[in-house]
C-alpha cells in the first residue's frame, strides 16, 4: 500500500469518526445515559437537514445562520418527544422502538410524497481543499470533523461536569434514588431530549451537505449510532469516542483490501466479535436491566 | 361436597372446550376458502399470511424465554436461502431442501446460542441485532451463488404455479407448527422458559441449566424461522435480502404487540391484521405506509395489552365504572 | 275521474317508455362506438426507498400511455383499443415486486405489464413465464433469468446496462479518443459478475483497456471517501461506472476530485448532470452522463412532447428516467405490428418486427448475442457533460448504439 493510500485512510478513518460520533451523540445521550430508545433520531436528523436546505437555499439566508435557526427550531421537539414518546412507555423497550418506527415511517413517507426530485443537497459549508504535501482534505470535512469533536467534548463536559449532566447519569442508573434525590426526572429527560434533537439537527444540515439530502437520510443512523453506543458501552460518552475511531477505522482501511459487499459483512463481524468477547463495550457500566 | 368437584371439573373441561371449538371452526373456514372463492389472489395473501403467522410466532417463541431476538429474520433468511441454492445449484429436489434448509437454520442458531446465551438480555438483544445484520450482508457478498444484492432467482417451484397446492399445505404446516408451538409454551419445557426469563438467579437455584434452555428455546424458535423461511423461497421463486432484515424482525415485533405479547393468539391476530390491511388498502397506493403506522400507533398507545387484550381492557372500564356505581350507592343510602 | 286516471296512467308509461328508450339508445350506441381497453399492468416503486424515482415513472408511464391514446391507441383487426394503465406498487423491493405481479396476474387480471425498471428485473420473470404473460422490462442489468433464452415472453424497451454501456464507449472514441484504458467502479450488486465479461469485451473491441479491477463498493455505503481513495490510486486513463445513481456518482466524484484526481468521469446511467452536481458539490466536472436535454437538437419530436406533457402535470425539477416509459410506448407498437392480443401469435410476429420507435428515436430489435433471445429494443441515447468548468454542455447524439 502506498504513503498517498495509507495517508488517505488515515484521514478518512478521522473523518468517518467524526462523522460517526456526530450521529451518534445525539441518541448515545438518550440511550446511553438515560437509557431512552431513539429510534427516531434519523429522522429528526432529516427534518434538520431539509428545514436548513429551506431556511438556507430556498429563503437565501446565510448558512450559519440557517444552522443556527434549524438547530434552535429543531430543538423544540425535544420536550413533545419527551411528553408524547418516552414518558408514556417509559422502560418500555418494545413499545418505545415500535413508536418510533411509526413515527418515523409516517414522517418518511411525507416527506417522499411531497419530492418531486429527490436531489437536492446544502451548499457546502466551507469550500476550498487544504493541501499539505500527500494531504489533501477538503475544506468541507475539516468543518465537519472540527464540529463533530467540539460538539463531543461539549456533551462530555456536560455530562461530567455540569448539574444537569449529573442529574440525567443519575436517571439513567437508578430511577428510584433520583426519585429520592428530588430530581425531576421528567424536566431533565425534556432537556436532554432537547438536546439530542439539537445534535441530530447539527448532524442533519452538516452531512446534508457533505451527502446530500433525501427522505430516507436517516434510515442508516439509527445502525450506526447502536453501533457506536453499544461498542463504546453503555452509560460512557468517551467510548463514543474510541467506539467512533474503531468503526471509522474499520470503514476507512478494509475497502483498500476487500472489495465490495464483503466489508460490510466483515466489519459487523468483527463487531460482534468485539462484543461476544467484552459485552459491555469498551467503558460500558451494567445495564440496570 | 362431591357435587362441587364434579361441577368444577366439568365446568373446567367445558371452558377448555370454548376455545378449541373456535380454532376448529376457523380452520374449517378457512380450509374452504379454495372452493369458496375463485380468486387466486386471495389464496396468495392468506399463503403469505401463514409463512408469516408461523415466523412470527416463533418469534414469540424465543420471547418468552427471556431473550430478544431482533436478528430473527435473518434465521428465516438462512432457511429459505440455504433451501433456494441447495436446489438451484445442486438440483436438489425442493422437498429435501426445505427440511435441509430449515436443520441449517436450526443448526446456525444452536451454535450461535451457546456464546450468546450467555450474555444478559439487552446485550443479547444487541448481538443478535448485530448478527442479523451481519447474516444479510455475508449473503448480499455471495456474489453469483446468492445473486448478492440482486437477489436469488431461479429457485424451483415446490409444486408448480398454482396456489391452491401451497394454500393447504401452508394451511397444514402452518396449523401442525402452531401446535406443537402451544404444546411447547403449555408444557414443562415452556414453564422452565418462563422461569428462566423471569429470574437468571432464582431459576438457576432450583437446578435449571439456564443455558440449555435458552438455547433450546432459541432452536425452537429458528427452526420453525427457518421452516418458515425455506417454504417461501418454493412458494416464491425469487428472495432477497430485503425480506429478511431488521425491518422484517420489527415487523414480527410489531405483529406480537399489536396483538397481544402475553397471549399465544397475540402474533397470529396482529400478523393477520397487519398483512391483509395494507392488502386491502393497496388502493391508496403511495399512502398505504400510514394505514400500517397508524394502526402501530392506535394499538401502542391505546391498547397495553395489544387487541387480545381489548375485551378484557373494555370489560375492565365497565367493571370500574360498576365499583364507582355502588361505592356512590353505598354513601347515598 | 276513473278515466283521468287511466290517461294519466298511460301518460306515465309512456313517457317511462320514452326515457327507456332513450337511455338505452344512447347506451347502445355508446357502447358501440366505446373502444375496447387493453388492460397493461405497470410495476413501479411508490413507497419505500426508490418512491421519489418510482412516483416520477409513474407520472412518466401515464404521459407515455395518453400520448399512445391520443394519436388513437391501437388498431388490431379493425378494432381500436385504448390502453389502460393499472399501476402496482412493488415497494422497491424484490419481495413487493413479486407481490404486485400476484396482484395484477390473479386480482386485476392485465393482459400485459411493463416493468420493473432498474434493480428488479428478475423478480417478475417467474411468474409472468409461468402465466404466459408479456412482460416488457423498463431495464435490464444482465442478471440470469432477467432476460434470455428462457424467459420468451420478457421484452425489454430500454437500452439497458449493455445498451448504456456500448453508447458511452462510443462517446468516448468520438469525443475523447486519447482514453486507452479505464478504471471502473459498480455498486456490488447480482449483476457484477456477468457484466464484467461483456463490458470488458464492448471496451476492448474499442480499443480500450480495463485497468486493475473493478472498484466494487456495497449498495449501503454512506460515506464514499475510501472509494474515491480507492479509485483514484487505480492508474487509468478515466473512469468508468457502468450503472449507478447520482446518490453514489456525485459523492465519488466529490471525493475524487479532493484527492487532486482531475480525470474524466464516464457514467452510463440515466441520472442527469444536474443531479450529479447538487451531489458532486465543488468536485462537479469533466462528467458524462446519458440522461435526455429538453431541447438538444437532434431530439425526436415524441421525445419533446413527452417532456413537454410530463412537465405540464408534475412538478419542476423532476429527473427524468424513462425506463418504465419507454416500455409504455413500445408495448402498443408490438401489438399494432403483431395485430394480435395473444402472447403465441406476439411471440411468433417477434421475429418479423425489426423497426419500433421509442421516445428516445428510431429502435430495432436486437440482443440475440448479448441476452441470448432477440428481445431487446435497441435505440439511441443522447449524452451531456460537465466540462472542466463545471458547465452543463449537451454531448450529441449516439445513434448508431448496437446490442448484438
Known amino acids: 500500500m502506498t504513503l498517498t493510500l495509507f495517508v488517505g485512510a488515515i484521514i478518512n478513518m478521522l473523518f468517518l469518526a467524526s462523522m460517526y460520533i456526530l450521529i451518534a451523540l445525539g441518541f448515545a445521550l438518550l440511550f446511553s445515559i438515560m437509557e431512552l430508545l431513539h429510534v427516531a433520531h434519523g429522522v429528526i436528523y432529516m427534518l434538520g437537514g431539509y428545514l436548513c436546505y429551506s431556511l438556507s437555499v430556498t429563503l437565501g439566508m446565510n448558512q450559519w445562520l440557517s444552522l443556527v435557526l434549524t438547530v434552535g427550531i429543531i430543538c423544540c421537539f425535544g420536550p413533545v418527544l419527551e411528553r408524547f414518546f418516552f414518558r408514556p412507555f417509559f422502560r418500555d423497550f418494545d413499545r418505545t422502538l415500535l413508536v418510533g418506527i411509526g413515527i418515523s415511517t409516517i414522517i418518511e413517507t411525507t416527506m417522499a410524497l411531497s419530492k418531486s426530485n429527490e436531489a437536492q443537497s446544502l451548499r457546502a459549508f466551507a469550500t476550498g481543499i487544504l493541501k499539505m504535501g500527500p494531504i489533501s482534505v477538503s475544506n468541507e470535512r475539516l468543518v465537519t470533523f472540527l464540529i463533530g469533536a467540539l460538539l463531543l467534548l461539549a456533551v462530555m463536559w456536560l455530562i461530567h461536569r455540569t448539574k444537569v449532566g449529573l442529574q440525567m447519569q443519575a436517571v439513567g442508573q437508578d430511577l428510584e434514588a433520583s426519585l429520592l434525590q428530588g430530581i425531576n426526572i421528567y424536566r431533565i429527560s425534556a432537556l436532554a431530549c432537547v438536546i439530542a434533537c439539537g445534535l441530530a439537527a447539527v448532524a442533519g444540515s452538516l452531512l446534508g451537505a457533505y451527502m446530500g439530502l433525501g427522505p430516507f437520510m436517516g434510515d442508516f443512523v439509527f445502525q450506526k449510532a447502536l453501533v457506536l453506543v453499544v461498542l463504546g458501552g453503555i452509560g460512557s460518552i468517551g467510548g463514543i469516542f474510541v467506539a467512533g475511531l474503531v468503526v471509522g477505522g474499520i470503514d476507512a482501511f478494509l475497502p483498500l483490501f476487500i472489495s465490495g459487499s464483503a466489508t460490510s459483512a466483515l466489519a459487523i463481524g468483527i463487531i460482534i466479535v468485539v462484543l461476544l468477547l467484552r459485552p459491555k463495550g469498551f467503558f460500558g457500566r451494567e445495564m440496570g436491566f | 361436597m362431591s357435587d362441587a368437584v364434579s361441577s368444577a371439573r366439568d365446568e373446567k373441561k367445558g371452558s377448555r372446550l370454548g376455545p378449541f371449538a373456535a380454532v376448529a371452526l376457523i380452520v374449517l373456514v378457512l380450509a374452504a376458502i379454495p372452493l369458496l372463492t375463485d380468486s387466486p389472489y386471495l389464496l396468495h395473501v392468506l399463503n403469505l399470511t401463514f409463512l408469516t403467522i408461523l415466523a412470527a410466532v416463533s418469534f414469540r417463541t424465543i420471547i418468552i424465554s427471556g431473550q430478544f431476538p431482533l436478528g430473527h429474520a435473518a434465521f428465516m433468511g438462512i432457511g429459505a436461502y440455504a433451501s433456494g441454492m441447495m436446489a438451484k445449484w445442486l438440483g436438489w429436489s425442493p422437498w429435501i431442501t426445505i427440511p435441509l434448509g430449515t436443520l441449517v437454520a436450526t443448526a446456525i442458531g444452536i451454535v450461535i446460542g451457546y456464546p450468546f446465551s450467555r450474555l444478559r438480555a439487552v446485550y443479547y438483544a444487541m448481538v443478535s441485532l448485530f448478527f442479523g445484520i451481519a447474516v444479510v450482508q455475508i449473503i448480499n457478498a455471495g456474489g453469483v451463488l446468492s445473486g448478492g444484492y440482486s437477489g436469488l432467482t431461479g429457485i424451483p417451484p415446490l409444486m408448480g404455479f398454482s396456489k391452491t397446492p401451497y394454500y393447504y399445505l401452508f394451511l397444514i404446516v402452518t396449523l401442525v407448527s402452531l401446535l406443537v408451538l402451544y404444546r411447547f409454551e403449555t408444557c414443562r419445557v415452556g414453564t422452565t422458559w418462563k422461569a428462566v426469563a423471569q429470574s437468571y438467579l432464582i431459576a438457576s437455584s432450583v437446578g435449571v441449566n439456564e443455558a440449555f434452555y435458552r438455547v433450546y428455546a432459541l432452536a425452537v424458535g429458528c427452526f420453525f424461522a427457518g421452516l418458515s423461511g425455506a417454504l417461501y423461497a418454493h412458494y416464491n421463486f425469487t428472495i432477497g435480502t430485503s425480506s429478511f432484515d431488521f425491518v422484517a424482525t420489527m415487523m414480527f415485533l410489531m405483529y406480537g404487540v399489536v396483538g397481544g405479547m402475553f397471549s399465544f393468539a397475540g402474533p397470529i391476530v396482529g400478523t393477520a391484521l397487519l398483512v391483509l390491511a395494507p392488502e386491502a388498502a393497496r388502493g391508496l397506493k403511495q399512502y398505504v405506509p400510514y394505514i400500517s403506522a397508524g394502526i402501530l400507533l392506535i394499538v401502542v398507545y391505546g391498547m397495553p395489552r395489544g387487541l387480545i387484550g381489548l375485551p378484557g381492557m373494555i370489560k375492565g372500564l365497565f367493571a370500574r365504572r360498576a365499583k364507582d356505581g355502588a361505592g356512590r350507592a353505598y354513601h347515598a343510602s | ?404
Open chain 3, 1 to 404: 275521474m276513473l278515466s283521468k286516471k287511466r290517461v294519466h296512467s298511460f301518460r306515465v308509461v309512456v313517457a317511462v317508455l320514452a326515457v327507456a328508450f332513450f337511455v338505452f339508445g344512447t347506451v347502445a350506441s355508446h357502447a358501440a362506438s366505446e373502444p375496447k381497453k387493453i388492460r397493461v399492468g405497470l410495476l413501479v416503486g411508490l413507497t419505500g426507498w426508490f418512491s421519489v424515482p418510482g412516483n416520477i415513472e409513474l407520472t412518466e408511464c401515464k404521459t407515455a400511455t395518453e400520448m399512445v391514446n391520443d394519436r388513437g391507441g391501437v388498431t388490431i383487426k379493425g378494432e381500436k383499443y385504448l390502453i389502460d394503465l393499472v399501476p402496482e406498487d412493488m415497494k422497491s423491493s424484490n419481495e413487493g415486486t413479486t407481490a404486485a405481479v400476484n396482484k395484477l396476474i390473479y386480482d386485476d387480471k392485465v393482459q400485459f405489464i411493463i416493468g420493473p425498471s432498474a434493480f428488479w428485473g428478475p423478480a417478475s420473470a417467474p411468474l409472468c413465464e409461468a402465466n404466459k404473460m408479456i412482460n416488457v422490462l423498463g431495464y435490464c442489468a444482465n442478471t440470469p433469468g432477467e432476460l434470455d433464452k428462457n424467459t420468451p415472453h420478457r421484452l425489454l424497451a430500454e437500452d439497458g446496462t449493455m445498451g448504456h454501456t456500448y453508447a458511452l464507449i462510443k462517446f468516448i472514441k468520438k469525443n475523447h479518443p486519447n482514453v486507452k484504458s479505464v478504471a471502473i467502479v459498480n455498486a456490488d450488486d447480482g449483476a457484477v459478475p456477468y457484466l464484467k465479461p461483456l463490458i470488458a469485451k464492448a471496451l476492448q473491441e474499442n480499443g480500450i483497456s480495463v485497468a486493475g479491477d473493478w472498484v466494487l463498493f456495497p449498495n449501503e455505503l454512506v460515506d464514499f471517501s475510501p472509494i474515491a481513495s480507492k479509485l483514484a490510486a487505480v492508474k487509468a486513463d478515466a473512469i468508468f461506472h457502468p450503472n449507478g445513481i447520482d446518490r453514489h456518482v456525485g459523492p465519488i466524484l466529490k471525493g475524487l476530485r479532493e484527492t487532486g484526481d482531475e480525470r474524466w468521469y464516464f457514467y452510463a446511467g440515466v441520472s442527469p448532470c444536474s443531479n450529479i452536481k447538487t451531489f458532486a458539490g465543488a468536485g462537479a466536472r469533466k462528467v458524462v452522463s446519458l440522461a435526455p436535454t429538453p431541447g438538444a437538437p437532434g431530439n425526436p419530436p415524441q421525445l419533446e412532447e413527452f417532456i413537454k406533457k410530463y412537465f405540464a402535470k408534475s412538478k419542476p425539477g423532476a429527473a427524468l428516467i424513462i425506463q418504465n416509459s419507454s416500455a409504455a410506448y413500445v408495448l402498443p407498437q408490438i401489438l399494432q405490428a403483431a395485430q394480435s392480443l395473444n402472447a403465441d401469435d406476439i411471440l411468433k410476429a417477434l421475429p418479423k418486427i425489426g423497426n419500433v420507435e421509442t421516445l428516445w428515436g428510431p429502435g430495432h430489435m436486437a440482443g440475440e448475442k448479448t441476452y441470448g433471445i432477440r428481445n431487446a429494443v435497441v435505440h439511441p441515447l443522447p449524452s451531456q457533460y460537465l466540462d472542466d468548468k463545471g458547465v452543463q454542455k449537451f454531448g450529441g447524439w449516439m445513434t448508431d448504439v448496437n446490442v448484438p
